[in-house]
């Protein structure tokens, strides 16, 4: 039987229990509300962002971790490259289920591992199998902790978690039903990350979507759910941790301007990584809406803020938006270890915060060693 949307009460009182319906919706009172977050606020007129101190000249090893994943970047050379730069030994390693290349570290003794695994044998779901074993082995590594990598693992479960906190993201639905009968949405893998099999073809009437989710879950053998399509602006915010603090690094905003006219504005597998592609060209990046809309800003600034807390991120993050034609924002994507190749949104924010790609594999290792100590580091927006 087709069960309702839910309201954010019956989210909030629903969301342990493991019978829960397979679709939510926030109400529209409630994308603003986020005092169950503890959002930090944001310090006016505080817009430097702190420079990197400076790594001394290092001799210590650090392994970048990689797995070969067909038709995905590969940002393990870029990495490597960059420790080259600053001075440590690296070597890239591929990483394989059996996890036998981290098996050989302890007797390497690595000052930490560059973690880049966001999938084993193309399947996201292994990925937390890599920071569990250097867990159980001592060895510290960059990015997200396993549980935040856990946590994020299924778009579903972080919609849920999301939901449960208060914070706006677009309703869903795991078969595709329960939606209101002029809903387009759009159809997404619940485990892939990287905006694997995204396409024009993923955006469609509510009424097509449970037969496209079960055969596209079919067909590539990974679950798939349905949420609502958000017709709007696209922002990405990247989060970046130094020694003390976590930064908001310029908010990039996706262009959509040179598509095609009836094609629907997503920013799919191909605007991302197939540079040949009309989506690929037809996409663009544009920065300057802390100094064009600072309203806008702020708000998307504390809502990633809140994800970066809620999830317990560390190292570095992206969280993504749309804004609806209302202005009201909606979180689409939380992304723990987002690419490092130096054509990424966040590559490019860093470059606008006034960063070098190696100033921010830097900042990258030099708060992975700190994150090991017990201090908690602070919230600031720069």
Known sequence: MNRPLWSLADARARIRDARSPLT????????????????????????SIVRL????????FIPVAYAATEGRPDDALSVSRALEGLGFNTKIMEVTLDLASIETLPTRSPLLVFNLVDAINCDGRF?????????????????????ALFETLSKVGTKLKLAHAGLPTPEWSTDGTGFNGDTRVIVKPTWEHGSLGLDETSVMRCADAPR???????????????????????????????????????????????????????????????????????TLRR?????????????????ALACWRLFRFSGYARVDFRVDSTGAPFIIDVNPNPYLTPDT????????????????????????????????SQLRIA
Request: glycine share 6%; charged share 25%.
């Open 24 to 47: 939510y919706s926030a109400s529209r009172a409630s994308r603003y509300d986020c005092g169950c977050c503890s959002l930090p606020a944001t310090r006016e007129g505080d817009e």
């Open 287 to 303: 920065f300057g809406l802390e100094h064009d809309e600072p309203e806008l800003a702020k708000m998307l600034k504390q809502f």
């Open 212 to 282: 496209v989710i079960a055969a596209r879950t079919l067909r590539l053998n990974t679950e798939h759910f349905a949420e609502a399509y958000i017709e709007g602006r696209e922002f990405h915010v990247a989060l970046l941790e130094r020694i003390a603090e976590v930064e908001v690094l310029p908010i990039a905003e996706i262009l959509f301007a040179d598509l095609e006219a009836h094609a629907p504005k997503i920013y799919g597998y191909d605007a991302k990584w197939t540079p040949e592609s009309p989506d690929y060209i037809g």
């Open 127 to 147: 990925a937390p199998l890599v920071t569990a074993r250097l867990d159980a082995l001592g060895i510290a590594y960059t990015g997200c902790s396993t549980s």
């Open 53 to 60: 101190r400076g790594l001394p000249p290092q001799r210590g």
């Open 345 to 376: 949104e966040d590559a490019a924010a860093a470059a606008k915060a006034g960063l070098t790609y190696q100033d921010m594999i830097a900042s990258i290792v030099e708060s992975s060693l700190e994150f090991r100590k017990p201090a908690p």
